[in-house]
T-cell receptor, first 117, second 112 residues
Framework: DTGVSQNPRHKITKRGQNVTFRCDPI?????LYWYRQTLGQGPEFLTY????????KSRLLSDRFSAERPKGSFSTLEIQRTEQGDSAMYLC???????????????FGNGTRLTVT | KNQVEQSPQSLIILEGKNCTLQCNYTVSPFSNLRWYKQDTGRGPVSLTIMTFSENTKSNGRYTATLDADTKQSSLHITASQLSDSASYICVVSLGSYQKVTFGTGTKLQVIP
């Protein structure tokens, strides 16, 4: 399967614990995005990378959240001191950007569902 | 306030019937608009993409329309199947660096 892969699929953690999610994008894709989705809502943008550079972060991404893409391939999203409000589906997507004239679709993984108890 | 509004919020139709989902947006500047299908517990999958100059685009039983003047798009599903049950999300992209704004989606349920 050459799609976007996310691990783990599900994570249950206690409030105050740290969690880390991993995303492996489609190999030739240079852009990688993180989104958060709560029940009945569309995905909300968190951050995106162009290769290894983190180019934009949403205001939703508090100081407890950090994302990395060290070699421009896989990415990790870490949440420190989790809160119950962090419970959501965390989606990763990747795309191939060839400049402003090419609009590559986002290819999503199946997400990591986080439950904070 | 979400700049991409979808209606209806949810819809139940009988198998074999047609339906139309609506998307209104205020996002500007407009680059392209996509419809995604999201099955429960899975990530969204792109169905169609439309740029500013396109009015209609089809993908099998899915037909999307776009009116850039009124900033409205619709997704028409023909001869619905049980597997069409999913959330359908309208996504509008801005400018040249593909910043996207997602609608809240329409949850479609097709029943036998």
């Amino acid at each position: 399967d050459t799609g976007v892969s996310q691990n783990p699929r599900h994570k249950i953690t206690k409030r105050g614990q740290n969690v880390t999610f991993r995303c492996d994008p489609i190999s030739e894709h240079n852009r990688l995005y993180w989104y958060r989705q709560t029940l009945g809502q569309g995905p909300e943008f968190l951050t995106y990378f162009q290769n290894e550079a983190q180019l934009e972060k949403s205001r939703l991404l508090s100081d407890r959240f950090s994302a990395e893409r060290p070699k421009g391939s896989f990415s990790t999203l870490e949440i420190q001191r989790t809160e119950q409000g962090d419970s959501a589906m965390y989606l990763c997507a990747s795309s191939l950007d060839r400049g402003s004239s090419y609009n590559s679709p986002l290819h999503f993984g199946n997400g990591t569902r986080l439950t904070v108890t | 306030k979400n700049q991409v509004e979808q209606s209806p919020q949810s819809l139940i139709i009988l198998e074999g019937k047609n339906c139309t989902l609506q998307c209104n947006y205020t996002v500007s500047p407009f680059s392209n608009l996509r419809w995604y299908k999201q099955d429960t517990g899975r990530g969204p999958v792109s169905l169609t993409i439309m740029t500013f100059s396109e009015n209609t685009k089809s993908n099998g039983r899915y037909t999307a329309t776009l009116d850039a003047d009124t900033k409205q798009s619709s997704l028409h599903i023909t001869a619905s199947q049980l597997s069409d049950s999913a959330s359908y999300i309208c996504v509008v992209s801005l400018g040249s660096y593909q910043k996207v704004t997602f609608g809240t989606g329409t949850k479609l349920q097709v029943i036998p």
